[in-house]
């Protein structure tokens, strides 16, 4: 095992509770809450639609408009563990319920009726899930299994949560349709391109801490 894995393994349970662990909860909220309010242009190249027709560059070129909430949110699970990062995603809902409204759409106890609020309860289990499966260890076959189990119940907890509303509601379906493919559409391939790229990062962000601490 090398040396890496060692300081990874040891660290996996995340930072004994002290002054230094909360203020890197309250660092992390902070950091969820900025991610709330951030929007990540992503362009890159793709095959366009009409291939057959004479087309020119912009048509191969797709930019997509990320908010990187859900990757960040698999940074602080990864990087915290389940335990202080469940604490800090809590800190994040109560404060956007009954503080201030760091909430997309604002903030406060009716924001519980928004259609939305469904991916910000999600974020409560997918750490667990993600912080459980990576308590044997950072390896990447373990980071993906974290990312892909994180990400999918997000959406689905958010998607689901959405229906439910929407059906209170009595929307139609057409409103349904277009609201699950707009939040949980192609965004899912980028929350998990991006969410794993997160958890890399975090896996060396604890070795770094761990040599400070």
Request: hydrophobic content about 55%.
């Amino acid at each position: 095992m090398t040396t890496e894995v060692k300081l990874v393994k040891k660290q996996i349970e995340g930072i004994r509770l002290s002054i230094g662990s909360l203020v890197l909860m309250l660092c992390c909220t902070f950091l969820i809450i900025l991610a709330t309010f951030v929007q990540v242009d992503i362009t890159h190249f793709v095959l366009p639609k009409n291939s057959g027709e004479i087309l020119g560059l912009s048509d191969y070129i797709y930019t997509y408009k990320l908010i990187p909430q859900i990757p960040v949110i698999m940074f602080v699970g990864a990087f915290l563990g389940r335990k202080y990062g469940i604490a800090s995603i809590l800190l994040y809902i109560l404060l956007g319920l009954f503080v201030i409204p760091v909430f997309a759409l604002g903030g406060g106890p009716k924001y519980v009726l928004e259609y939305g609020f469904g991916y910000i309860l999600a974020y409560i289990p997918a750490v667990f899930f993600a912080g459980s499966i990576l308590k044997s260890g950072f390896s990447n076959r373990n980071i993906l299994h974290a990312v892909i189990v994180g990400v999918l119940t997000i959406h689905l907890i958010g998607t689901l949560y959405m229906l439910f509303l929407a059906g209170l509601k009595h929307e139609g379906w057409a409103f349904m349709q277009g609201w699950i493919y707009a939040q949980s559409g192609i965004k899912i391939v980028y929350d998990l391109i991006f969410s794993f790229a997160a958890m890399f990062f975090a896996r060396y962000a604890k070795i770094i801490l761990w040599f400070f601490m």
